[in-house]
């Protein structure tokens, strides 16, 4: 979207740079949804089927289903790009299960131990008054 907006500033004259910028944006936003659209519903399909084969929930089933959709996306550019698309997505998707499993790290808040209760000492038998 920003580039789209840059873009469309840079070809614009001078006083209608603002206007131009928000044309591009309209004009391409539509393109930009249905490709995230598309991206979204193979990479969530492709993820249901791994953790169904795998039967794990891990990180790896995120980064195995990108490998999967990257190469989907670009399997009409023939084999070559077809691999290239999907290691590449592979990449991305894990960068970003690290950042994400780091961060969870990070962010984890330590579980506080209790500590155990001593042996009570026994009551005694009599009560002195």
Known sequence: MIWHGIKGSRASPRGERLAGSLSAIKARAPVLGG?????????????????GYRQKEDPWNAIIAGFFTGGTLAA????????????????????FEGVGVLMGRMFAQPVPQLPLPEAAPAPSAAITA
């Open 35 to 51: 490709n995230f659209g598309i991206w979204g519903g193979l990479f969530s399909s492709f993820d249901c089927a791994v953790k």
């Open 76 to 95: 009409r550019s023939g084999p070559k790009a077809a691999f290239g698309g999907a290691v590449g997505c592979a990449i991305l998707l894990g960068v």
